[in-house]
């Protein structure tokens, strides 16, 4: 798969748009040259900064006692509440419930309560350990199910409406009621959070973090030390992953250790071990999504009443927009007609659940995915049948319950092309036959669609900046807000900026994230990276064009629109000059060669209260069918072929996209299958590490993976190159694991009754509900 | 003679090193003293493979070189080691090696922190192995884990390596006489001790040695591969006064075939009896190919795995279905006792203060027996059991006459089931008795209930464990396999 330019006659740039370069540091990756936070040369004099957690879910702190810790070996100072200067308060939206340091009260097990700057890691560590903390443990919430009756909510909840859902669901031929659980997921980045602080003059502070929202980290810095943001930078090369779980998770981290810097003058560090991470920061939310829908004999939906309720832990943090998130896909490919679906952001004792890769939106996708498997067992279809017939229309029966129309629908066209690239109406009818004379081993097979919400629902983060210079050599260097965690995000607005310049990818550098070189910037989250941040890097870059076009045309006589750039040249008629010479020449008559560039995402709008609006610029489409045995004897399994078609738009980087895709799948089948939180009866996180948190590993890669980007397509948004955004969808086409395994359950009751599987499906669950089949099927009793 | 330094190769550069905490991890070493930030800690546990290491360790003529977890690797055993790090892949010209090329062509990095270990476990493949098969592939690379991937272009990277380079002179590959004349060999049978702040660190070179130094140190914490010890170490903190190194024994990683028998030393690693193992009882071969990722299975050892006492354990259900026996050894005194015995209580066993594990022999299969093992967890590679269950039967006529059944994760310690072993001996090998043990069975053990499994699944599913053994010993060709090629043993 070697790189270079595509075969064509006339010469072309390396490394444009469209094509596929590998990942900016793909070289300093296989070097190992490539620094992330703990890899960066230690300023002298630095210090080593640990965190004393709490030990209990809930519970008064009657008596702190850090004697000990304080006069442990290396130890410098211990820094508790009481040391913080500002709001003590690291919550992404400020609402103060989320305080760096606990005071007084603790609402979770490892919630940090007092944190010890130490000369070695090793000694800070230690110190942590001799803390004697006195406390009078409270009454505490652990998960969803003790939850609901007090219905005590860390934000407000989101109703959407459409139609009349009470009146729909009263005059269905047929109606059925379920619950659909879904557990939630760590992010097990493999870089764990850290954050290195160095201390300037004025009481500056620098630091580097690894962080998806370096603005955020530079925010809430100035809060708690109380100093205005320009006297903090935030930089952040890259994270050895986020998946969201550096977006808000990463304050905590960069803030403790701004204040040892400023409070001690000394550079800080902090890299808590991976247990700690895990014990600390929050999660994927699980839901309990409780429906009730109404269908006519045919299996179409007449209409949908939900309840979304989700484990939020102790804080807000971005729980609100999550569940919004959750709601807004809890029709994914569907039009409902008569709809009423409601959030309930539930507040309990644990750590707070935060933004992962589809924010809430996975949830929404699997609940509308549960609701075809019901339809199609209770009319005795196959349920792609069922998800045909209630795919949103593209020129009625689009709206959807957030008011929305689906301007964009492609989805029957990908369905059908999957459905015959997989052969998956013959590959069904020779699992059906398996299954009739195979007792243990049982095979599935289901085909599940995505249409993913393109923006963030929250408008005002829809807007981007972006920094470029051109030096006088020719050589260029682009800054932009958004941030690099393996997605290729630098990479794609590299090329953006090559194909603008129309100068090869190699004469672009790269340079890190950093809040004072663009401000205000927003989290690399949402998928947006590219949407937003190449298009700013692309007005950036035009700014600068036109200059030199402008200059050209002086020169050489013509107008600026005769002035063509291509392939390392500019020219007009029969003039042309290297992009080099030209820069030169410009940089002598004094033209400015660096330039700003800004963009915002035309057209959204939303208004929450109302749960109307249009909060989604585009969608994003993508299919996937799953085949799988499992073992009917122990619930195991194995997903023995994948086939995925993808909607990338007219995609920047193929190679990256495919990457996305296939990645984004796998993490999507481990959230389903084998990754289980698991805390005991004291709210204490048990799967704090990859012994016992078991994320997929290589052999749980299908052995056949068919993945296709989808052709010919383009976004019919005026996107970057009409791209479109690939960072999230990819994960929900997962779905089709859940629905394979499903599908291979429903064998042991002759595929009469719906499985009912919950996720994740361990193979326990998968043989518990194997086992509650066989009795549903026995005692021959219908649906409940 | 006593050396009080240990000496090995770091890529090129000889290091000699006398002054340094015993417990200090190899990858502390290399991050923290040696300023090479290459390789990555991800887990401190041995478990995610970001801190993948090759390490070439002499064996006979040649130098044999393993992917190693540096996180929980302590820096005295490499004494005598040729330590290859991410950072000495690049040729002398700049250039990558083909495994780091091939990770670049194929798209194999995407945030890059796993990168090097990835690196490293293929490079140790491609050192190894001319062609694996794509099962062989994922086998290796199972103790690296990605979480950006999915790991389809690595997979591919480890095919595309093997045609970007000629494996034959791979320019940082030594002979044993090479590494040996390096660091200036001759003395491989001295003793290594080390003292450092308090804490002391053996080494003997030979069982005799080792014996000698239990008897005057009983209290000593044993080490071998460390894939457990290195834990208390990086997760509990915990000091540890003084440890016995095992690794640098030859004799006590030996393997004999006897006529009746198999003979493991205590020392010997999964990767060293695998092979032999599989021999005999194939599906014990496929249990230790589950054992582990190949960083865990190239240091960790028998001795260790069944010494470390753990409830579940990962050979221990199969040794006790199979009947093996456990030779432990103090001074020059032995004494032996089925592996069973070995297990008192949760978190006891009988091993005596200054005792070690010497051997375990293994019987091979008498005639008419059948031998399947089955382990349950949540994932199929590199994670612990839920549940492990191993069978032995032996038929004649039909009739049970004998009959072995052991599982792990049932109990505080690996067990057997009796109350379903007395349901089945002496009766007709047919549904109906495997339906009344399956029913014992349950009897048996009060399972935990644990992040693992639940104990109702585990009580379930052991028993339908019984009832899968049955249908694989009764039918032809049955289709009960979801991974792995092995098939039950009938001797």
Known sequence: ?784 | MTRSVVRFLLGDKIQEIGNIDPTTTVLDWLRLHKRLNGTKEGCAEGDCGACTVVIGRIDGERVRYEAVNACIRFVPTLDGCHLLTVEHLRKRDGGFHPVQQAMVDCHGSQCGFCTPGFVMSLFALYLSEACPSEDRIRDVLAGNLCRCTGYAPIIAAARHMYELGDRSTDALVLTAEELNSRLNGGDKIASVFLENAGKRYFAPPTVESLADVLVANPGATIVSGATDVGLWVTKSQKILDSIVYLGGIPELRRIVETHDSLEIGGAATFADAEAALTALYPDFGELLRRTGGLQVRNVGTFGGNIGNGSPIGDTPPALIAIGATVVLRHGNERRSMPIEDYFIAYGKQDRRPGEFIERVVIPKPAPGTTFGAYKISKRFDQDISAVCGAFLVELSGGIVTRVRIAFGGMAGTPKRAAGAEAALTGKNWDLGTVAVAMEALRGDFTPLADWRASSEYRRTVSANLLMKFFNETTVGDPQTRLVGQRRITHA
Not at chain 1, 456 to 484: K, P, R, W
Not at chain 1, 687 to 701: E, M, N, Q, R, W
């Open chain 1, 1 to 784: 798969m070697p790189e270079g330019a595509p075969p064509n006659s006339f010469p072309q740039i390396r490394g444009g748009v469209h094509e596929s370069p590998a990942h900016d540091s793909a070289r300093k990756h296989v070097s190992g040259e490539a620094l992330f936070i703990d890899d960066i040369p230690e300023p002298a004099g630095l210090l080593h900064v640990y965190l004393g957690l709490s030990e209990h879910a809930h519970a008064r702190i009657n008596s702190l006692d850090l004697t000990k810790v304080i006069s442990a070996p290396g130890v410098v100072r211990v820094f508790t509440a009481a040391d913080v200067g500002g709001k003590n308060d690291v919550g992404s939206m400020g609402l103060g419930d989320e305080p760096l340091l606990a005071d007084r009260l603790v609402e979770y097990v490892g919630q940090p309560i007092f944190a010890v700057a130490a000369e070695t890691r090793d000694q800070a560590r230690r110190a942590v350990r001799l803390a004697e903390i006195d406390y009078e443990i409270l009454d505490a919430v652990l998960d969803i199910e003790t939850a609901r009756p007090g219905g005590k909510l860390v934000f407000s909840p989101l109703q959407l409406r459409l139609g009349d859902s009470g009146a729909a669901l009263a005059t269905a031929k047929h109606r059925l009621s379920g619950r659909l659980k879904v557990g939630g997921q760590e992010h097990f980045y493999l870089e764990s959070q850290a954050a290195i602080a160095v201390p300037g003059e004025d009481g500056d502070v620098t630091v580097y973090s690894s962080t998806q929202h370096p603005s955020e980290v530079q925010h809430v810095v100035s809060r708690i030390l109380a100093i205005p943001a320009h006297a903090i930078t935030v930089e952040a090369r890259r994270m050895g992953g986020g998946f969201g779980g550096k977006e808000t998770q990463s304050n905590l981290f960069a803030v403790v250790v701004a204040l040892v810097a400023q409070r001690l003058g000394r550079s800080a560090k902090i890299r808590p071990d991976r247990d700690d991470d895990m014990i600390i920061t929050g999660k994927r939310h699980d839901f309990e999504m409780d429906y009730e829908i109404g269908f006519d004999d045919d299996g179409v939906i007449d209409g949908v009443e939900m309840v979304l309720a989700a484990r939020c832990g102790f804080s807000a943090d971005l729980s609100g927009p999550v569940t919004d998130r959750a709601c807004f896909h809890a029709d994914n490919c569907y039009f409902y007609g008569n709809a009423s679906i409601r959030s309930q952001p539930l507040k309990t004792n644990t750590a707070s659940n935060t933004a992962f890769r589809g924010f809430g939106g996975p949830q929404g996708v699997m609940v509308a995915e549960r609701i075809i498997d019901e339809i199609a067992y209770a009319v005795g279809k196959d349920p792609l049948e069922i998800r045909k017939l209630n795919f949103y229309g593209t020129t009625d029966r689009n709206v959807t319950p957030y008011h929305q129309t689906v301007g964009d629908n492609i989805i029957q066209g990908l369905v059908a092309d999957l459905e015959r690239s997989s052969d998956y109406q013959q590959r069904r009818d020779t699992i059906r036959a398996h299954n009739a004379t195979n007792p243990i081993l049982r095979r599935g097979i289901a085909l599940t669609p995505v249409k993913f919400g393109i923006s963030f629902t929250a408008t005002q983060y829809n807007q981007a900046g972006a920094l470029v210079h051109v030096y006088a050599d020719g050589s260029i260097q682009l800054n932009h807000g958004g941030t690099e965690m393996g997605q290729g995000l630098y990479t794609k607005v590299a090329q953006i900026v090559a194909e603008e310049f129309q100068v090869d990818l190699d004469c672009i550098r790269i340079t890190a994230t950093n809040t004072g070189k663009v401000p205000n910037t927003s989290a690399t989250a949402a998928s947006s990276g590219a949407d937003l941040n190449g298009m700013a890097a692309q007005a950036a870059a035009r700014t600068i064009k036109q200059r030199l076009a402008a200059f050209a045309a002086e020169k050489w006589g013509v107008t600026p629109e005769d002035i063509v750039f291509a392939a390392g040249t500019v020219s007009a008629g029969t003039e042309s000059q290297t992009f080099t010479a030209l820069v030169g020449q410009a940089y002598q008559s004094r033209i400015s060669l660096s330039a700003t560039g800004y963009y915002k995402t035309p057209l959204i709008h939303w208004d929450r209260a109302a749960g109307r609006g249009h909060p989604f610029y585009y969608f994003a489409y993508g299919a996937a069918v799953a085949e799988v045995t499992i073992d009917t004897l122990t619930g195991e399994y194995r997903v023995d072929r994948v086939d995925i078609l993808h909607d990338a738009g007219r995609s920047l980087n193929p190679a990256i996209d495919r990457g996305q895709v296939e990645g984004g799948f796998v993490q999507g089948m481990g959230w389903l299958t084998t990754e289980e939180l698991w805390w005991d009866d004291k709210g204490k996180l048990r799967t704090h590490a990859p012994s016992t948190y078991k994320i997929p590993a290589c052999g749980d890669c299908p052995p056949i993976f068919n993945v296709r980007l989808a052709e010919g397509i383009e976004n019919r948004s005026e996107t970057i190159h009409r791209s479109k955004a690939v960072g999230e969808p990819p994960l929900m086409l997962a779905a089709c694991v859940l629905h394979a395994l499903s599908d291979a359950i429903a064998s042991v009751a002759d595929y009469r009754l719906c499985p009912r599987l919950d996720a994740p499906a361990t193979p326990e669950r998968v043989l518990f509900t194997i086992e509650d089949l066989r009795q549903r099927n026995a005692t021959g009793k219908p649906e409940p």
